[in-house]
């Protein structure tokens, strides 16, 4: 494997780690989330203003 192979591998990892996380929660707003969203205009990504606080909720699964 040559560096670019492995740099998309362990990037494939850690995404896959994230949705595995993700996967388990509901993101909800906070009454701090601003509403609507104002945008950086001199970001190259999309990035908030102010920043983008969020509730993560567990989900919560019953048995069958």
Same mark, same amino acid.
């Given at each position: 494997?040559?560096?670019?192979?492995?740099?998309?591998?362990?990037?494939?990892?850690?995404?896959?780690?994230?949705?595995?996380?993700?996967?388990?929660?509901?993101?909800?707003?906070?009454?701090d989330t601003?509403?609507?969203?104002e945008f950086?205009?001199?970001?190259?990504?999309?990035?908030?203003?102010?920043?983008?606080?969020? =509730?993560?909720?567990?989900?919560?699964? =019953?048995?069958?």
């Open positions: 494997m040559d560096p670019t192979d492995r740099e998309r591998f362990g990037m494939l990892g850690a995404k896959l780690g994230l949705v595995h996380i993700i996967s388990q929660f509901i993101l909800e707003r906070t009454p601003p509403v609507p969203l950086e205009p001199k970001c190259f990504t999309l990035q908030s203003k102010v920043g983008l606080p969020m =509730k993560f909720k567990e989900i919560i699964q =019953k048995p069958a």
